[in-house]
T-cell receptor
Framework: GQNIDQPTEMTATEGAIVQINCTYQ??????LFWYQQHAGEAPTFLSY????GLEEKGRFSSFLSRSKGYSYLLLKELQMKDSASYLC????????????FGTGTKLQVSP | GAVVSQHPSRVICKSGTSVKIECRSL??????MFWYRQFPKQSLMLMAT?????????EQGVEKDKFLINHASLTLSTLTVTSAHPEDSSFYIC?????????????FGPGTRLTVL
């Protein structure tokens, strides 16, 4: 099984930087995905980490520490359209993502 | 990236009727498809995992006879909500995983909003 913990809500202003943390306890952990979900829409893939360290992809970066069971998603130069829920999804052994998600962090970006 | 479609995007039905939702992977072969349900302001809840050509694996608390899943081909899975009731009203989302590709990214369909009157 697995336990996933993320903050429920966060607020930030346009142009700022925000870090969304995720801690997890996952048996047979193999990697971690981050997804973005706008209200009323399905999630979209943002990033994937399997090794420790920071993966940068444009304005979004994701960090993983396997030993600490910890990841974060870093969003830079925030835009209004970044207001969404961000879902942390660890996946387990066999490289098979069962499809278990955290409750998500709802980010509200204000002008 | 890979594209997954769902049909219909929105459906309204009367209580007691059955509704079928289709999930298709458009540009890849999906060895595994997942079905989720999401109630307003709540997280995604995995309902079942479907592998092509075999029976779906349902999560605890999900009624197999009520939520019929068929994954007959590598590009199509269907979810049928039988004898729907108002409490089944929800946002149903499918996702597909391409076999043999690392990482095993899930690609989500746009979702189907079901309203049972």
């Amino acid at each position: 099984g697995q336990n996933i913990d993320q903050p429920t809500e966060m607020t930030a202003t346009e142009g700022a930087i925000v870090q969304i943390n995720c801690t997890y306890q996952t048996s047979g952990f193999n990697g971690l995905f981050w997804y973005q979900q706008h209200a009323g829409e399905a999630p979209t893939f943002l990033s994937y980490n399997v090794l420790d360290g920071l993966e940068e992809k444009g304005r979004f970066s994701s960090f993983l520490s396997r030993s600490k069971g910890y990841s974060y998603l870093l969003l830079k130069e925030l835009q209004m359209k970044d207001s969404a829920s961000y879902l942390c999804a660890p996946y387990a052994s066999g490289g098979y993502q069962k499809g278990t998600f955290g409750t998500g962090t709802k980010l509200q970006v204000s002008p | 990236g890979a594209v997954v479609s769902q049909h219909p995007s929105r459906v309204i039905c009367k209580s007691g009727t059955s509704v079928k939702i289709e999930c298709r992977s458009l540009d890849f072969q999906a060895t595994t498809m997942f079905w989720y349900r999401q109630f307003p302001k709540q997280s995604l809840m995995l309902m079942a995992t479907s592998n092509e050509g075999s029976k779906a694996t349902y999560e605890q608390g999900v009624e197999k006879d009520k939520f019929l899943i068929n994954h007959a081909s590598l590009t199509l899975s269907t979810l049928t909500v039988t004898s729907a009731h108002p409490e089944d009203s929800s946002f149903y989302i499918c996702s597909a995983r391409e076999g043999g590709i690392f990482p095993d990214t899930q690609y989500f369909g746009p979702g189907t909003r079901l309203t049972v009157l």
